[in-house]
């Protein structure tokens, strides 16, 4: 790895500046595996309903990372001590967390791999930079895995309130315009302590943290689990299915080099070597948008006609309600569309199909967001709101959906 040491400054459309605070941080960033998040789009499938959600990976990483300075220069001033190395090893946990997504974030986890989760794949990216770097990330990795000894640390990585949400909650607001969302993130920051290794939020934050969780739960309904762009994810997963199952059985599909060993390969967790890690560090949004345009022209009518209605927009229709939808309700649409287009069952099934969706913006069971009273009593928020729908927040709702094509 090339070692040039420039602090640079990076200027970011929702913090203004924001500063690389060491040689160290400079030097992933510089890397390919990072510059790779450049690729990334963070929001999926997103920009199908909101036209600005083209924001990446790469920005939103840069983004928890300041957030991340912002909290140990507050918790600094309230009489948390930090070591240099601890300081630099939270810097390059958060920057890293998401160094795992494949192409659109979250499609790939469900289809090219198999059941491989982001987060895991960013361990392995890691822990391979890690040996790069003659083991400068342990204390990164110790804290991204939570088996740093200081807890809070790791809550500030991955928590209930971590520098990861309040980032892409502020962010994924400003770009799709979805105002709800916007969430002040310094504030909330700024009201952040840590009790008994424990990170708490002063007295005073509570309606921040109010206005937090319910900005989450607005989000989630209007953006993340908005119809169009599940409708949209769902019909990439199931493209990318079965491009994989034309491909195993003997099907030459144009695609790029890292796309056809995934589409030829079953990738589990064990198999990620580090020739397949390379490999996978070569996939981005591009490698799966110009093999869509490639597959609009298949002999493979599933294909095909999966690869033109991402491409145009022109999406199967679906319905969400609050219970299953019938069996007898499902065959019917599928029957129908194995007459129209003449198609078997499992040929129909990838235009037809249902399944679950939930919300939960927060989460009384575990990792609770604890409040510090000014006599010293440490509450959960939920217990501690004089409004009620935060516990009314933490109840789970699920919705069902039914996908099919709108000409039936």
């Known amino acids: 790895m090339n070692s040039k040491n420039k602090l640079k400054i990076i200027n970011d459309p929702i913090y203004g500046f924001i500063t690389i605070p060491s040689p160290l941080v400079f030097q992933l960033i510089e890397h390919p595996y990072f510059q790779r998040l450049r690729r990334i789009s963070q929001m999926g499938m997103s920009y199908l309903v909101y036209p600005g959600a083209h924001h990446t990976r790469f920005h939103h990483a840069l983004g928890a990372m300041f957030l991340m300075q912002r909290a140990v220069q507050v918790l600094e001033t309230k009489g948390v001590v930090f070591s240099s190395e601890e300081k630099e090893a939270l810097y ?13 974030s979250h499609a790939m986890e469900h289809s090219i791999v198999e059941n491989v989760n982001h987060e895991s794949i960013s361990l392995l990216f890691m822990n391979t930079l890690n040996e790069a770097l003659d083991g400068k990330l342990d204390l990164a990795i110790q804290i991204f895995h939570n088996n740093y000894h200081r807890k809070f640390m790791h809550q500030l990585v991955s928590g209930q309130l971590d520098m990861d ?27 952040l302590n840590v009790y008994d290794d424990e990170l708490v939020v002063e007295e005073k934050g509570i309606y921040s943290v109010e206005k937090f969780i319910v ?32 491909t195993q059985e003997g099907t030459t599909l ?14 589990t967790e064990k198999d990620f070597s580090p020739e397949v890690l390379y490999l996978f560090s070569k996939l981005d949004d591009n490698d799966i948008i110009s093999a869509m345009k490639a597959w609009c022209d298949a002999e493979d009518f599933v294909l095909s006609e999966l690869s033109k209605m991402l491409l145009n927009r022109d999406l199967l229709k679906i319905k969400m309600k609050k219970q299953p939808f019938s069996e007898e309700k499902v065959k019917e649409k599928l029957n129908k569309v194995m007459e129209m287009h003449n198609l078997s069952a499992e040929e129909a099934s990838y235009f037809v199909f249902h399944g679950a969706i939930s919300n939960q913006a927060y989460s009384m069971d575990k990792d609770t967001i604890n409040l ?16 009620l729908n935060i516990e009314a927040l933490s109840q789970k709702v699920v919705k069902y959906y039914l996908c099919y094509p709108k000409s039936h």
């Open 165 to 191: 949400r309040l980032d892409y909650l502020r962010r994924d607001s400003f770009y799709t315009g979805v105002a709800e969302g916007n969430i002040n993130s310094q504030r909330l920051i700024a009201m």
């Open 372 to 387: 510090i009273r000014n006599n010293g009593k440490v509450v959960d928020v939920a217990k501690a709101s004089d409004q």
């Open 215 to 246: 900005a989450r739960r607005f989000m989630y309904w209007q953006v993340y689990l908005h119809k169009t762009g599940l409708v949209g994810e769902q019909l990439l997963m199931h493209l990318l299915k079965r491009a994989k199952q034309l």
């Open 92 to 104: 390059i946990a958060i920057l890293l967390h998401d160094i795992g997504h494949g192409p659109f």
């Open 254 to 267: 144009e695609a790029s080099r890292a796309l056809s060993y995934f589409l030829n390969n079953a990738v």
